[in-house]
């Protein structure tokens, strides 16, 4: 059995993930990019964090715009990021 050839639909998930679980998902239809990112940040992910909260992306480059990292802050979490290659931080590479 082959795979269909040609264009795929694209659905993009974000979520935060925390000890007790999935929090502020959202589903995309499409790929995201910065605009979506960021709205997805100031819009759903900000509700759930708390002061202390530390937020660690990988390098996405629309992640690393500074309104996203001033939201985050803004809501007293603390944002880091993965090195640059780390497929043991992140299964999804």
């Known amino acids: 059995m082959g795979f269909p050839h040609g264009h795929r639909k694209t659905t993009t998930l974000v979520a935060g993930l925390r000890m007790t679980g999935m929090v502020a998902p959202m589903v995309l239809d499409g790929p995201i990019n910065g605009d979506w990112f960021e709205a997805y ?35 007293g979490a603390t944002l880091r990021f993965l090195p640059p290659y780390s497929p043991d931080f992140n299964p999804i590479e």
């Open 41 to 75: 940040v100031s819009q759903v992910l900000v509700r759930e964090l708390r002061p202390g909260d530390i937020v660690i992306m990988d390098n996405l480059s629309s992640h690393k715009r500074a309104s996203v990292q001033g939201l985050i802050e803004a809501a």
